[in-house]
């Protein structure tokens, strides 16, 4: 069983920047896959970002490829979005998600584990 807490996520204007972080129980998260996905009002949830366990496959949605980042600390258990260049359309609920295989996945329905959920509100 993994436990995720987000954190990180708040009111900012556009043009500014955000780093969320989410932490992991248990002694496995070097094994999963993670990703961050995010759902705005009305609309599917999706994916923004996701890593491999290794670190060394990583994929982003073309909507935020150049102003996020998504990085992992095994020794930590934690995953990061940093987020730049913030836009209004970025405005969602940011959730963190773990995947038992080390390999990335882009369907939501793939990754077995999920946080809670950060709000993330982008003014104009």
């Known amino acids: 069983q993994v436990q995720l807490v987000e954190s990180g996520g708040g009111l900012v204007q556009a043009g500014g920047s955000l780093r969320l972080s989410c932490t992991a129980s248990?002694?496995?998260?070097?094994?999963?896959?993670l990703g961050w996905f995010r759902q705005a009002p009305g609309k599917e949830r999706e994916i923004a970002a996701a890593?491999?366990?290794?670190?060394?496959?990583?994929t982003y949605a073309d909507s935020v490829k150049g102003r996020f980042s998504i990085s992992r600390d095994n020794a930590k258990s934690t995953v990061y979005l940093q987020m730049n260049s913030l836009e209004p359309e970025d405005t969602a609920v940011y959730y963190c998600?773990?995947?038992?295989?080390?390999?990335?996945?882009?369907?939501?329905?793939?990754?077995?584990?999920w946080g809670q959920g950060t709000q993330v509100t982008v003014s104009s």
């Open positions: 890593i491999s366990a290794s670190g060394g496959t990583i």
């Open positions: 998600a773990a995947r038992s295989s080390p390999y990335i996945g882009h369907d939501p329905a793939s990754y077995n584990y």
């Open positions: 248990g002694r496995t998260f070097s094994m999963y896959a």
